[in-house]
């Protein structure tokens, strides 16, 4: 009972879900070509086993921003199984 309180309580409060290392996800986002900088990132859970994630992400101005886009896309959804993202580029 405790464990699905605590795990009802995360998703209303929109908590980062156990297992989930915002520090690993914003250096992976910041290593690939084309990123300058991370900020504003946020991770919660929808659901239980449905994960979210919002970030601001500065690119290089000689980086094409749609090919960004979808590599970052991919990249999150490959390492940390977060399918549903929405990525804010900044021109830096």
């Known amino acids: 009972t405790w464990v699905l309180l605590k795990e009802s309580l995360n998703v209303l409060l929109e908590g980062v879900p156990d297992g989930v290392d915002l520090g690993e ?3 992976a986002i910041a290593t690939l070509d ?5 900020h504003d990132l ?5 659901t239980s086993g449905k994960t979210s ?4 992400v ?5 980086a094409n921003a ?3 886009l979808e590599r970052l896309r ?5 390492r940390f199984d977060i399918f549903h993202t929405t990525f804010q580029l900044e021109l830096e």
């Open 25 to 27: 996800i914003s250096s």
């Open 34 to 38: 084309g990123v300058s900088g991370v």
């Open 42 to 46: 946020h991770v919660w859970a929808l």
């Open 53 to 56: 994630l919002t970030a601001h």
């Open 58 to 62: 500065v690119y290089d101005r000689d």
């Open 66 to 68: 749609s090919e960004l």
């Open 74 to 78: 991919s990249s999150i959804a490959d």
